[in-house]
């Protein structure tokens, strides 16, 4: 059973550090990992998508990695703000034969930026 | 990005009454939608897996006849969570794609209390 790992549970840093979200997984026959951020009673918003071929993507100020032999990503979080507060879900997608698989969740990551 | 609307955001109800979420997708038809559960400082927790026109598949320890859904078209999932009870308080979100592995997008979630 795939089970996802968010480390830190929980960071506060002043405005304008950079920062890495860690996460890692036991299964490491993904199909694709994603990162999310989550508000407080909110939906989901997807950050970036990396699939199972794939080492990096970006989207601006955004950075995420993914080494699949290790069971490991990071998303990196350049000069960060404090609107990037928020929790930063780790998911990873099943590689199975046909089918939709859904996403197996990490606990997150609880991200305050502080003015 | 796809838009998937879910309503309620937030229900309260009392025990042994029946809740229905209903979950769309409003520009794009979604073949597959998932539904999952977030309890407080937990991962958010696959239930099921719902195709058009077809029976969810269910996740290992969730009531099929507890949480009954509902995938009648390409563009609404419906979540009910019948006789509820205080143990069914959670955040319930839906996500959906339009092909098997294609990207997920989510709802923005349903906050249910049951008194």
Redesign the interface.
Known sequence: KQEVTQIPAALSVPEGENLVLNCSFTDSAIYNLQWFRQDPGKGLTSLLLIQSSQREQTSGRLNASLDKSSGRSTLYIAASQPGDSATYLCAVRRNSRGGADGLTFGKGTHLIIQP | ?AVVS?HPSWVICKSGTSVKIECRSLDFQA??M?W?RQFP??????MA?S?EGSKATY?QGVEKDKFLINHASLTLSTLTVTSAHPEDSS?Y?C?A?W???E???????T?LSVL
């Open positions: 990005g879910q073949t597959t998932f999952y400082k937990q991962s958010l927790m696959l897996t195709n996740e955040f979100i996500s794609s092909g098997a592995r990207k997920l997008f989510f709802g923005s979630g906050q």
